[in-house]
């Protein structure tokens, strides 16, 4: 059975590539473009990672982050969070708000690949 991962993003060029890359790595992908969308997704589909932007309207990737952690019911769900926001102040608040890894961008498509395959255990 193929792993799901959901790309939380709200910018196109990102989506596009990312979901051609995981797709290429046999993830079944879907794609969400804000944060409420995001964690309606989540709910509903249980992704076994989510990459998750900081930036997105409706609802950030902070909030986004602390919703699902704070659910018992989604404890299962890895979250890599990837964003342009790479201060440490960003990246501490990121980790500890529940994100399994942050990464920043622009980020190298091989290491993203390493670190999904990390977190969902391949």
């Known amino acids: 059975m193929s792993k799901t991962l959901l790309i939380a993003d709200d910018e196109p060029n990102i989506v596009i590539s990312v979901e051609y890359l995981m797709k290429r790595e046999g993830f079944e992908v879907l794609v969400a473009g804000d944060g409420e969308e995001a964690l309606a997704k989540i709910r509903q589909h249980r992704p076994d990672i989510v990459l998750l932007d900081v930036m997105m309207p409706k609802m950030n990737g902070f909030d986004v982050c602390q919703a ?26 990121g980790l500890a708000l529940g994100a399994d890894v942050y990464m920043t961008k622009p980020f190298s498509t091989r290491e993203l690949v390493e670190k999904v395959r990390q977190l969902v255990g391949q």
């Open 68 to 93: 699902v952690r704070a659910d018992p019911a989604l404890a299962g769900v890895r979250i890599l969070m990837l964003t342009a926001k790479g201060r440490d102040t960003e990246v501490a608040k």
